[in-house]
């Protein structure tokens, strides 16, 4: 898992409610065996005009016009401002790497699904939950200028639009603890890897069968 | 101590760790992979440099892209004719190569269904800790082993650390007491059950299956009353330890040599639930009351015994679950009142990891024994759930008997049970399947499933529509078969 390091990101806009992991990542691409490349598949179905299967090359298919992220004032984006219930649907880890693969850090929204909450913070990605009031708010600021970055500190835990405002956040700690230094689940467990060796070794010499080497 | 269930048990005895949170950190003996969940998992400890932590405590396999006609088989990975399919499974077979991870390949004899293989290989022990990237690992708790279904992040973690991050669950026992009638078996004990608790009753829990009617099943009928745990919310079923559990590991591949076994059979006799120990919710079921079970709605617990009809949605409790009942009636193409034995089949599938062992082919082959398929069934198909119990069937001439009497006699894997190969069911057909899942869609786009055992599967195959088995002849003992 990467390091989450601040910096001042472009921001896109995906401006409905309940957008599902489907939606996110249709299923016919979760016969990869990659967890990454996913990408070019983000938003399959809003993205292009035709239906997309896995292994094509994307780049040869007609994109939607008016789909957010196909315009160019939003390429290069890292950090997507979304509405309620982000994420909803399958417990897919294909939508947090697929939003992942194509750039994004940051999800802002005024609320997330439960399982993918998970699994975008098991993956690197920090979800933000801001009250309505703001997520609209920094939905106006976004449409009404070009270029619109936001700078995430996460140490401080704040958001630092470009007129000045901080916009304070919460996370949680062990969470913040985990992105602030690129530690994944398992990079947490084998901190403990002395404990995991003592228990082996008492497991062997009381259960040797449950070991064939 | 104070008096333990057998849950509480295999918990402690794997608990490496704890966090204040509850959060624990859990020592795991066995990981089984397949093709679906396994190859991000690898890519993983490529991309972050790591190694598995203890190659002997994996075992792998591939089932639920593999093609089970011999056609395709014949040539070996190379021969699957989609190709998406064909590189998950070629990708399962390099990475274990890579890693130096056992693996049984497409036409390996050992080759299977993940939890077919794991208990026959005796892979799968009394007091182990038992993960894979598979809901139905609950399959595995059959033999007293703690056995989570995980995702694709965890197998990774799995791999890396040999501990997987858990919350304990609490406790609950299922009691079956009394006696089966006869033609009823353990796949229509867990449908009973599941209609009895729902399909979340066993949510927040781990279920322990007791009780005489229990006691009495073989290991294969146990696997198939934990297979589908999970079917009532529940990740994790078991069964405690007896002759019987005993009886059937020995001199499996990986049981206990020789002079570990009187050590190991020791200590398994202790994982049993304590007397007094403390069940936060218990169920009692009697046995003799259960008939052959079908399922008529798209979810486990829409279930009723075979003299039933289907419900009409006006006598619901809720509007909720009115509503429930009429988007099943109308995506199955039943309607209210309508008797289950008027329901006609297009298809019927024997196997998946819930009834494709030796003794639910023994049972369906009892039935189809001298009898045709009605001509206005489709296709039938019995898929062994591994190339052992393939080669056993063969053996006792079951495969004879089947494709006597008009089925389809296939290689092994998990074929219809999700259709993730060619093995379909068309919109709108309905289908009799010994499987697990009746989801919309699930067996294919459009497809009906009706959930029964494997008799009640071949009796409908022969009658072109349910019957009550129990209403079948039964042919002598299946053993008698191959003499
Ligand atoms: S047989 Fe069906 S339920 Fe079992 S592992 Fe295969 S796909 Fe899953």
Known sequence: MQKFVRKAGLVAPMDRANVDTDLIIPKQFLKSIKRSGFGPNLFDELRYLDEGFPGQDCSQRPKNPDFVLNQPRYQGASVLLARANFGCGSSREHAPWALEDFGFRVVIAPSFAD?????????????????????????????????????????????????????AFEVDAFRKYCLENGLDDIGITLEQADAIRTFEARHRASQPWLFRG | MAAQTLYD??????????????????????????????????????????????????????????????????????????????????????????????????????????HVVGPEQGATLPGMTVVCGDSHTST???????????????VEHVLATQCLLQRKMKNMQVRVEGELGRGVTAKDIVLAVIGEIGTAGGTGYAIEFAGSAIRALSMEGRMTICNMAIEAGARVGLVAVDQTTIDYIGGRPFAPSAEQWEAAVAYWRGLVSDPGAHFDKVVELDASTIEPQVTWGTSPEMVVGISGQVPDPADAESDTRRRGIERALEYMGLSAGQAITDIRLDRVFIGSCTNSRIEDLREAARVAKGRRVASTVKQAMVVPGSGLVKKQAEKEGLDKV?????????????????????????????????????????????????????AMAAAAAIAGHFVDVREFDHTPAPQALSA
């Open chain 2, 140 to 154: 595995h708790g059959a033999f007293a082993a703690l056995s989570h279904g995980i995702g694709t992040s965890e």
């Open chain 1, 115 to 167: 399982i993918f909450f998970n699994n975008a913070f098991k993956n690197g990605l920090l979800l933000i939950t801001l009250s309505d009031e703001k997520v609209d708010q920094l939905f106006a600021e976004l449409y009404a200028q070009e270029g619109y970055r936001l700078d995430i500190d996460l140490a401080n835990q704040v958001i630092n639009t470009p007129s000045g405002e901080s916009i």
């Open chain 2, 9 to 114: 048990k295999l918990w402690d005895s794997h608990l490496v760790s704890s966090r204040d949170d509850g959060t624990s950190l859990l020592y795991i003996d066995r990981q089984l992979l397949h093709e679906v969940t396994s190859p991000q998992a690898f890519e993983g400890l490529r991309l972050s440099g790591r190694k598995p932590w203890r190659l002997d405590a994996n075992l792998a396999t591939a089932d639920h892209n593999v093609p089970t006609t011999l056609i395709e088989r014949r040539a070996g990975v190379a021969g699957i004719q989609d190709d998406v399919s064909r590189i998950q499974v070629q990708t399962l077979d390099d990475n274990c190569d890579d890693f130096g991870i056992e693996l049984y390949s497409i036409n390996d004899l050992r080759q299977g269904i993940v």
């Open chain 2, 402 to 454: 089947f494709i006597e009497a008009g089925f389809e006699w296939r290689e092994p894997g998990c074929s219809m049970c999700l259709a993730m190969n060619a093995d379909k069911l068309g919109a709108g057909e309905h289908c009799a399947s010994t499987s697990n899942r009746n989801f919309e869609g699930r067996q294919g786009y459009g497809g009906r499933t009706h959930l029964v055992s494997p």
